[in-house]
């Protein structure tokens, strides 16, 4: 039978504070039920703390193992592409939200690609396709990486201009005007808002181009290793990209925020609260006081009423912020963006990132190929071998 202890005692146990222990439940780690004898109190599946502390000791033991190499705890990879620094984004030495006040996804491909010349995701670019979305943009992607060369052997500029171009195709696939203007007037424009928005669309598509060593960046260095073809690469990032536990998690908190509109703030988290359900878009593991690149965005615009009472009542009684989950889902009930449009404002916006992981893991001599841990039954012939 389960056994639960109160957050006093699991703060304890994990070295913790309450911010983290909530970030632990939103994350489906930790399990929590109502104290059937104060309702205002949550207590905590103890089996789930112990679990927790045991793999916090484990990774303090293969810390040093971990560092530049994938057998550890953790896979390591060493980047120079993006950072976190006392819970701050930073894109090769420069902090993100800084950054998204006056960059261009351009300036930042620049920046993040270590170009010399001036990106124009113009460049190369056919007609927009007939259909719009995410089957479009992935067939498209999938028709490149067929019939695509491989890295090796080519010059960094010849490798920049390919990517201009896919990130351009990704673009058209999603929605995007034609025209040589800038890629997030180009989105305002095709999704027929007025122009004041695509300074919004400007600072979100900034603050998504990269986030460290993701699933995705991973997946897309492994194929760049492989020395696999730019919309290969590009393919693999994107395809693990679009998990509903990734960058489609915003599409999560879209359903969640329909709720809110249609049932109402306090019925929703009644509902979610009462029976341990996570919250999505609340919470991050990296930002245990709150997502930076949420807090940005947020402050640009105003939700419909009902989304922003919902925020402010989950932090209040969770502890957990809004991360950029939550502020995409809200920016798109603000704007009323097509179907899909979030996602495909992500995943344009963080093609620059899985190409700048990319063309930064073709530097590396090593394929990446981790070894498995085997944990199945022996062969008979090697459990003989003892007699």
């Given at each position: 039978m389960a056994s639960w202890i109160s957050m006093a005692e699991a703060c304890s146990q994990l070295g913790v504070r309450p911010q983290t222990v909530y970030a632990y439940v939103s994350r489906g780690k930790l399990e929590v039920m109502t104290d059937p004898q104060d309702t205002r109190r949550s207590l905590y599946r103890a089996e789930d703390v112990a679990?927790?502390?045991?793999?916090?000791?484990?990774?303090?033991?293969?810390?040093?193992?971990?560092?530049?190499?994938?057998?550890?705890?953790?896979?390591?990879?060493?980047?120079?592409?993006?950072?976190?620094?006392?819970?701050?984004?930073?894109?090769?030495?420069?902090?993100?939200?800084?950054?998204?006040?006056?960059?261009?996804?351009?300036?930042?491909?620049?920046?993040?690609?270590?170009?010399?010349?001036?990106?124009?995701?113009?460049?190369?670019?056919?007609?927009?396709?007939?259909?719009?979305?995410?089957?479009?943009?992935?067939?498209?992607?999938?028709?490149?990486?067929?019939?695509?060369?491989?890295?090796?052997?080519?010059?960094?500029?010849?490798?920049?201009?390919?990517?201009q171009g896919l990130v351009g195709q990704l673009a058209d696939a999603f929605g995007a005007s034609q025209g040589d203007a800038p890629l997030h007037q180009r989105f305002a424009s095709g999704w027929k808002q007025p122009a004041k928005v695509a300074d919004l669309l400007r600072t979100a598509m900034v603050l998504l181009v990269d986030h460290e060593l993701t699933s995705s960046a991973f997946a897309a260095r492994i194929a760049a290793s492989n020395a696999a073809s730019l919309p290969a690469c590009l393919l693999t990032g994107l395809t693990t990209l679009a998990a509903p536990l990734h960058g489609d998690a915003s599409g999560r908190v879209q359903a969640l925020f329909n709720e809110v509109e249609r049932l109402g703030e306090d019925?929703?988290?009644?509902?979610?609260?009462?029976?341990?359900?996570?919250?999505?878009?609340?919470?991050?593991?990296?930002?245990?006081?709150?997502?930076?690149?949420?807090?940005?965005?947020?402050?640009?615009f105003e939700p419909p009423e009902v989304?922003?009472?919902?925020?402010?009542?989950?932090?209040?009684?969770?502890?957990?912020?809004?991360?950029?989950?939550?502020?995409?889902?809200?920016?798109?009930?603000?704007?009323?963006?097509?179907?899909d449009a979030v996602f495909g404002l992500f995943a344009t916006a963080r093609s620059v990132g899985l190409l700048a992981h990319s063309l930064e893991q073709l530097g590396e001599a090593q394929v990446i190929r981790p070894r498995g841990r085997y944990v199945g039954p022996m062969p008979d012939a090697v459990q003989g071998s003892g007699h």
């Open positions: 679990s927790l502390a045991k793999r916090k000791q484990a990774g303090r033991k293969h810390e040093t193992l971990a560092t530049n190499t994938l057998f550890g705890s953790e896979p390591s990879i060493p980047t120079a592409v993006s950072t976190f620094i006392r819970q701050r984004l930073y894109y090769r030495g420069q902090d993100a939200v800084a950054l998204s006040r006056t960059a261009t996804v351009e300036d930042v491909a620049k920046l993040l690609w270590k170009a010399e010349q001036d990106v124009d995701f113009a460049l190369g670019v056919g007609a927009t396709p007939g259909t719009i979305g995410r089957v479009a943009a992935f067939t498209r992607l999938a028709t490149l990486a067929a019939t695509g060369h491989s890295t090796r052997g080519r010059m960094t500029r010849v490798l920049h201009n390919e990517c019925h929703v988290i009644a509902h979610y609260l009462s029976t341990g359900m996570s919250l999505a878009g609340f919470g991050h593991h990296l930002y245990p006081d709150g997502d930076p690149r949420a807090v940005a965005l947020l402050a640009l989304i922003t009472r919902f925020i402010h009542k989950v932090a209040d009684l969770t502890g957990l912020q809004p991360n950029i989950d939550a502020a995409l889902a809200a920016l798109a009930a603000h704007l009323r963006l097509p179907a």
